[in-house]
Nanobody, 127 residues
Framework: QVQLVESGGGVVQPGDSLRLSCAAS????????IGWFRQVPGKEREGVSS????????VYADSVKGRFTTSRDIAKNTVYLQMNSLKPEDTADYYC????????????????????WGQGTPVTVSS
């Protein structure tokens, strides 16, 4: 049974950091690209970052480039999203997803390649 479980969300102040975790089970990380998405009420879910299952290469949205880092621990079958210098506009529900390999290179279309979703974790950045 495939499962993705996110954790690590919370309420922080602008400039703070958070690390989100996405623990995968039922498959190994080299089987899929893992994508990070976020969504605010009334807006479409947007791709934030991805990490390739084959070589661990990463892609970032311009809005988070230089502040967010995606990494993985193969032994733990877990992907991380390290978020630094958080801004109020980063406030959203964050989701990880198992994405068909190849669909993670272009974040604006990554949604099409999603096979499995996690349940999401909320992040609030507010002073």
């Amino acid at each position: 049974q495939v499962q993705l479980v996110e954790s690590g969300g919370g309420v922080v102040q602008p400039g703070d950091s958070l690390r989100l975790s996405c623990a995968a089970s039922g498959f190994t990380l080299n089987s899929y690209t893992i994508g990070w998405f976020r969504q605010v009420p009334g807006k479409e879910r947007e791709g934030v970052s991805s990490i390739s299952g084959s070589d661990g290469s990463t892609v970032y949205a311009d809005s988070v480039k230089g502040r967010f880092t995606t990494s993985r621990d193969i032994a733990k079958n877990t992907v991380y999203l390290q978020m630094n210098s958080l801004k109020p506009e980063d406030t959203a529900d964050y989701y990880c997803a198992a994405v068909e390999p190849g669909w993670g290179r272009i974040l604006r279309t990554m949604l099409v390649g999603v096979h499995y979703w996690g349940q999401g974790t909320p992040v609030t950045v507010s002073s």
